[in-house]
């Protein structure tokens, strides 16, 4: 609807010049000047709500960051809070790496995002955004993370660690590979294990161990005991199907919908979370 309007507004920049143009006219040929004068006054209001719709705030998807600097716990941990339009998906994107994630605001606005760190840089910049359908894209806000777990002296002895772990490299690529066929397996049968209705896709992140289950949007009205019930049937399973396949649990397991609300996660105690 907004873009109907916005594109309808544009008329204004040629009924204004021709109805100034009708109105001098008129002048000089002592015409009525009713008409003309309506037509400006629409052509004026047009273009008058184009730019509102532009411009206006109230058009826009809103975004605010409870803090713009933050600091890893001990365990790595930095948890990212804000506020930003009810239902908008908040998008949090590293401005020196290919890191891009993506988070629900709630039906009060409230939205919150776990990002995991392991010592490798001090510092690290995002630019982080929300957008919904029917509204402008929010300003852009600058978010920067500081990893209190780096030390200097990581980076060297992860460099010895890489070197004597290159002959492994091929042999792990295999069993991560039978690692994500088999928590694929899974997610396809808990579908009809569990009763849903469609199927639940998965997403591996391997650098930051890290396994997203996506269930269908509806799952955002189950009860917490059901949501719990999925989570319980699906993270322990994870973790036993890493061990057989040779490769490390996952650190941090998720389940969101596909239009990224927020069910359940893995706590750093390896207990679960479950969302409203």
């Not at 998807?61 to 600097?69: G, H, P, V």
Request: no cysteine.
């Amino acid at each position: 609807m907004l873009n109907f309007l916005e594109a309808f507004s544009l008329i204004s920049f040629i009924i204004i010049p021709v109805t100034i143009i009708w109105i001098f006219v008129s002048l000089i040929r002592h015409h009525k000047l009713k008409i003309p004068l309506f037509v400006l006054l629409a052509g004026v209001i047009l273009m008058t709500l184009g730019f509102s719709l532009t411009y206006l705030p109230i058009f826009n998807t809103q975004l605010s960051l409870n803090k713009s600097t933050i600091k890893t716990d001990s365990d790595g941990y930095a948890t990212v809070r804000g506020k930003a339009t009810p239902g908008s998906v908040v998008e949090i994107q590293s401005d020196a790496t290919s890191f891009d994630d993506y988070v629900k605001a709630n039906k009060n606005g409230s939205f919150e995002d776990q990002l995991l760190y392991y010592g490798g840089s001090k510092k690290h910049v995002y630019t982080v955004s929300s957008g919904m359908k029917g509204h402008y894209e929010s300003s852009d806000k600058t978010l920067t993370v500081i990893d209190t777990t780096y030390a200097p002296k990581e980076r060297a002895r992860k460099k010895i660690v890489d070197n004597d772990d290159n002959s492994n490299l091929a042999v792990n690529k295999e069993d991560h590979k039978a690692f994500e066929q088999s928590v694929n397996e899974l997610a396809t049968n808990a579908s009809s294990k569990l009763g849903i209705s469609n199927s639940i896709s998965t997403k591996f992140n391997n650098k930051d161990s890290e396994v997203t289950f996506y269930l269908p949007d509806s799952a955002t009205s189950l009860s917490k005991k059901d949501k719990k019930t999925i989570a319980t049937y699906l993270f322990p399973r994870t973790e036993k199907l890493a061990a057989l396949s040779d490769v490390d649990a996952p650190t941090t397991q998720f389940i969101q919908t596909k239009d990224y609300d927020n069910v359940a996660r893995t706590t750093i105690t390896d207990g679960i979370k479950v969302y409203k």
